[in-house]
């Protein structure tokens, strides 16, 4: 092969190419492989669901989330007492909980991934530079280290004492407390890609740094980084829902899960449907994320099993 | 063995100095004039002048910082915006039941979730296996206010069996061991699931070892080999595990505080928090802070006496 005589796109074209065909051949059907795992198929479908309820809330919530009603703690249509018309009943102050269900939901959800976007990405970043720029390395990763001994609830503690209550804060804690985590996944991944030979390739074709990083580092990480970085969504979902049922997260009227399970408190003894829905809907949630998550790690690389 | 020690304690001074500095930010960067809060919304500007020049907020800020370590040095962090009390106080009153509250929950949920895991190695692809993995995964995805209101809905109100609003006495006296019992149980529930699961990965990477082969050759019986052979080799990095999850079993002790009003540091940094007591809430934060980074110190000291391998 000439490579000194191609200009650097065409072996940008060969190199990916070459790790195409180098890949296990198992990759490219990882999905199918996943759906035949019956669990994550029911995960992965209960979870798009949920995402589909999440993002169509104003078309199918039938009630305005934050308007009262007389009817006050009603319980679910399906009891005796139940009302048609509030399919999983009323919470403490007459508003229909199927409703502030659908719209907590995008909430909670939302939360969970501009946290998981964020902190994935800044992460990532600090991932691929750290084993791009060898030299780097031990001192990023002490840092990395530094970072890990916060626990995600203490820096949105912290950071709500600050701050003041609001989801802000808690999305802030959220993605601080998932860099250190993605940094780590992120440069074990590309500690791989770059002990590959195209990288020095690209090197001794006089590509810049940037280039290099760019077009043969990220091109080929990329994928992989995210789909790792998707399994933490759970845990991420989980800590701000926890947040927001101590009273630091979202702030009423807005509807979230954490905050409607939170409210739901006081009526336990009397209407335990209002506390016990929106729990149960992050038990499934998480659920759901977590046992997807477990399922693709499986699929896509059994060495980075826990 | 000793320089381990000290290299260790050595890495923990930048990370403490970083934590402090977080500290000092924190009360920096709250919104507002502190000294406008401490005096009050009444004060004069006069009075107000003079609590920012008490509190040295009129000084640079690397010689605030300064001043602030050498505070932090002889425990003086200041006095709660609330209650006038010194945090010292507030948070040494709420170190003990936080500390109660962590070991109750672990003496009971770490056996469990180590047999737990044992078993599920053991009998790995068996229906007990599948039941384990599915209890573990399905224990780190339930929230723990969730738990915490089924048990007090349950054992508490339906079956009024427990108390489960606040702490009576410590846990040797009969009152205080019923109200320590509900908070236990439900923060020790979500640490089964994660120790379940590191002990069954360990378990099954020492099984696969030569010298359980050999006691397998020696025709020892299959559970002096698991116990004996496996397990007490496979404990050594769940227990590194298990410090690791100090900051989740840290998360969940500040939900079950506020959910059964356990007199704790959780329960005080979230009620410090919501009524803007600044002083106590950086107190707090820091102690968590110092509490998370002293475990995983002490983890990693076990760490090296238990495992030879570590040793330089």
């Known amino acids: 092969m000439t490579l000194a005589a191609t200009d650097p796109e065409d072996i940008t074209a060969v190199t990916e190419e070459g790790t195409a065909t180098a890949a296990p051949p198992a990759r490219a059907h990882w999905f199918r492989r996943l759906l035949r795992d019956r669990a994550a198929a029911l995960a992965l479908f209960t979870l798009t669901l949920i995402i589909l309820g999440a993002l169509f809330a104003p078309l199918l919530a039938p009630f305005d989330p934050a308007s009262n009603s007389r009817s006050i703690m009603t319980p679910p249509a399906w009891s005796s007492m139940g009302e048609p018309q509030h399919l999983l009943g009323t919470d403490g102050q007459g508003r229909d909980i199927l409703s502030r269900l659908l719209y907590g939901t995008r909430l909670t959800l939302l939360i969970g991934f501009v946290a998981v976007g964020i902190g994935g990405a800044i992460g990532s970043l600090i991932g691929l530079l750290s084993a791009f720029y060898a030299r780097l390395d031990p001192w990023v990763m002490r840092g990395v280290d530094v970072l890990l001994s916060f626990p995600a609830i203490l820096l949105g503690l912290a950071l709500v004492a600050v701050m003041g209550q609001g989801i802000t804060p808690v999305i802030i804690a959220l993605a601080v407390s998932s860099v250190p985590d993605c940094a780590r996944i992120a440069r074990g991944i590309a500690v791989g890609v770059m002990k590959q030979e195209f990288i020095e390739a690209g090197r001794a074709v006089g590509l810049s740094d940037l280039a290099l990083f760019n077009r043969y580092l990220l091109r080929n990480c990329i994928s992989s980084i995210m789909i790792f970085i998707s399994l933490r969504f759970g845990q991420v979902v989980l800590i701000g829902a926890t947040l927001s049922f101590l009273g630091l997260g979202a702030r009423p009227p807005a509807a979230e899960l954490g905050m409607m399970a939170s409210q739901g408190r006081e009526f336990l003894l009397f209407a335990p449907h209002i506390a016990v829905i929106p729990s149960v809907l992050i038990f499934v949630i998480v659920l759901s994320a977590n046992v997807a998550g477990d399922a693709l790690r499986d699929v896509l690389d059994p060495r980075l099993q826990a | ?312």
């Open chain 2, 1 to 312: 063995m000793l320089r381990t020690i000290i290299d260790r304690l050595l890495l923990s001074i930048p990370v403490l100095l970083g934590v402090l500095l977080f500290g000092f930010l924190l009360l920096q960067l709250v919104p507002g004039d502190p000294a406008r809060v401490v005096a009050g919304p009444t004060a004069t500007p006069e009075i107000v002048a003079q609590i920012r020049q008490e509190m040295g907020l009129d000084r640079p800020v690397l010689v605030q910082f300064w001043a602030y370590l050498e505070r932090m040095a002889q425990g003086d962090m200041g006095r709660s915006m609330i209650s006038n009390k010194t945090v010292t106080s507030e948070l040494g009153a709420a170190v003990g039941p936080t500390v109660e509250l962590m070991l109750a929950s672990l003496v009971w949920s770490v056996p469990i979730g180590i047999a737990m895991g044992t078993a599920a190695a053991v009998l790995r692809g068996s229906l007990a296996d599948r039941v384990v993995m599915g209890l573990s995964v399905a224990g780190v995805s339930l929230p723990i206010f969730f738990i915490s209101l089924l048990l007090i809905q349950y054992l508490g109100v339906v079956w009024p069996i427990f108390p489960f609003i606040g702490r009576p006495g410590p846990w040797y006296t009969p009152e205080g061991f019923m109200a320590l019992f509900l908070p236990a149980l439900s923060l020790g529930l979500i640490l089964i699931g994660p120790v379940a699961r590191m002990t069954r990965s360990s378990v099954l990477e020492v099984l696969k070892l030569d010298h359980v082969r050999t006691a397998r050759a020696k025709g020892l019986s299959e559970i002096r080999v698991v116990l004996k052979h496996g397990l007490r080799n496979a404990l050594i990095p769940v227990i590194t595990l298990i410090g690791l999850q100090a900051g989740y079993l840290l998360g969940g002790a500040v939900v079950t505080e506020t959910i059964f009003s356990w007199p704790g540091l959780g329960r005080l940094v979230v009620g410090a928090i919501l009524s803007s007591d600044f002083t106590v809430a950086q107190g707090a934060v820091l102690l968590f802070a110092l509490g998370f980074i002293t475990i995983n110190l002490i983890i990693d000291i076990l760490y090296s006496i238990l495992d030879p391998r570590v040793r330089k």
